[in-house]
Nanobody
Framework: QVQLVESGGGLVQSGGSLRLSCAAS????????MGWFRQAPGKEREFVAA????????YYADSVKSRFAISRANAKNTVYLQMNSLKPEDTAVYYC?????????????????????WGQGTQVTVSS
């Protein structure tokens, strides 16, 4: 079993920055990759970014590619999401997740049927 705990969400003005952290505990070696999804009110949960534990390869949604950066600290079993140039449309609950990286139609995700593990989520609100 794996537990994922997020931190770092909050309220920020448009154009500002936030850094999210996700600490994993338990059988983290089974995860393959770790990343972030987000869900805005009335919308489906969507993939944001992911990084593989083994080689540090990174994967991004097109909507955040030039503004967000994901990184990992293997020794700490922790993944970070640096979010810059935030926009009001980035407002959402951000969820940490773990699972194998998948690709379909040019879009990335974790797990064939979704991630194996989820965090509890952290709110990010960007004011205009």
């Amino acid at each position: 079993q794996v537990q994922l705990v997020e931190s770092g969400g909050g309220l920020v003005q448009s154009g500002g920055s936030l850094r999210l952290s996700c600490a994993a505990s338990g059988r983290t070696s089974s995860g393959g990759s770790m990343g972030w999804f987000r869900q805005a009110p009335g919308k489906e949960r969507e993939f944001v970014a992911a990084v593989t534990w083994s080689d540090g390869n990174t994967y991004y949604a097109d909507s955040v590619k030039s503004r967000f950066a994901i990184s990992r600290a293997n020794a700490k079993n922790t993944v970070y999401l640096q979010m810059n140039s935030l926009k009001p449309e980035d407002t959402a609950v951000y969820y940490c997740a773990m699972g194998p990286i998948t690709s379909s139609g040019g879009r990335y995700s974790l797990g064939v049927r979704g991630p194996d593990y989820w965090g509890q989520g952290t709110q990010v609100t960007v004011s205009s």
